[in-house]
């Protein structure tokens, strides 16, 4: 997954800018919209909390998101396991004073840090199911909010599965069901479905909204 990262991310990256071949163009049709919804969903989410809030976001890629939260004036950590990922956030904040921790880093393996709230977007993507209880287990102990996104199966997500085949790596599919029981597993009760309407369902812990 490293390997992968470290070689994609900028291509990755793109779908923030106009730069792309024909096929990341058509790849976005795909993709974009869930992007950026599930992030306006977090930040929407995010403004629930204290200010002199602690956010650690998981999979944080090239920081866009966590550079946002950092702006937004809390405390932010952003874990992510592409070294190449990581110089890439850590170039856009050379210059600006933020409350922000970029860190190479398996985030499977990784202890967390007390905090207020925990973001995974894009990372349950690529973990089985293993890895993901190993995540769950963690925040169960901090007892701190969430909100995971989780790929399920439909057309845009079978077009996403099939590029990322095709580069190099594999998309885990997740039926709500099987988020609940995931959850459940783990003594993780208070789990609330955000959004079924992309791609992805998007999920949180202790924030009031519909249950899954």
């Not at 923030?16 to 993709?31: A, P, V």
């Not at 079978?158 to 099987?178: A, D, M, N, V």
């Given at each position: 997954?490293?390997?992968?990262?470290?070689?994609e991310?900028e291509?990755?990256?793109?779908?923030?800018e106009?730069?792309?071949?024909?096929l990341e163009r058509?790849?976005?049709?795909?993709?974009?919209?869930v992007?950026?919804?599930?992030?306006?969903i977090?930040?929407?989410?995010?403004g629930?909390?204290?200010?002199?809030?602690?956010?650690?976001?998981?999979g944080c890629?090239t920081?866009?998101?966590?550079?946002k939260?950092?702006?937004?004036?809390?405390?932010?950590?952003?874990?992510?396991i592409?070294?190449?990922?990581?110089?890439?956030?850590?170039?856009q904040?050379?210059?600006?004073?933020?409350?922000l921790?970029?860190?190479?880093?398996?985030?499977?393996?990784?202890?967390?840090?007390?905090?207020?709230?925990?973001?995974?977007?894009g990372?349950?993507?690529?973990?089985?199911t293993?890895?993901?209880?190993?995540?769950?287990?963690?925040?169960?102990q901090?007892?701190?909010?969430?909100?995971f996104?989780?790929?399920?199966r439909?057309i845009?997500?079978?077009?996403?599965?099939?590029?990322?085949?095709?580069?190099?790596?594999?998309?885990?599919?997740?039926?709500?069901?099987?988020?609940?029981?995931?959850?459940?597993?783990?003594?993780i009760d208070?789990?609330?479905m955000?959004?079924?309407?992309l791609?992805?369902s998007v999920?949180?812990?202790?924030?009031?909204?519909?249950?899954?």
């Amino acid at each position: 997954m490293k390997h992968y990262w470290d070689r994609e991310i900028e291509k990755f990256d793109k779908i923030y800018e106009n730069e792309k071949n024909i096929l990341e163009r058509f790849i976005d049709i795909f993709r974009k919209d869930v992007i950026f919804e599930r992030a306006e969903i977090v930040f929407r989410f995010a403004g629930k909390l204290d200010s002199n809030s602690t956010v650690v976001d998981l999979g944080c890629g090239t920081g866009r998101q966590a550079i946002k939260l950092a702006r937004m004036g809390f405390k932010v950590y952003g874990f992510d396991i592409s070294e190449r990922a990581i110089e890439l956030a850590r170039s856009q904040i050379k210059d600006e004073k933020i409350n922000l921790d970029f860190e190479n880093c398996d985030v499977v393996k990784k202890e967390y840090p007390e905090c207020e709230l925990i973001v995974g977007l894009g990372l349950m993507d690529y973990l089985t199911t293993d890895e993901i209880l190993l995540i769950l287990r963690q925040i169960k102990q901090l007892n701190c909010r969430f909100i995971f996104s989780f790929p399920y199966r439909c057309i845009k997500s079978y077009i996403r599965f099939l590029y990322r085949y095709l580069t190099g790596t594999k998309i885990y599919f997740h039926s709500p069901e099987e988020i609940s029981e995931l959850f459940r597993s783990v003594g993780i009760d208070n789990v609330k479905m955000i959004s079924e309407n992309l791609s992805a369902s998007v999920v949180a812990h202790n924030f009031d909204e519909k249950p899954v």
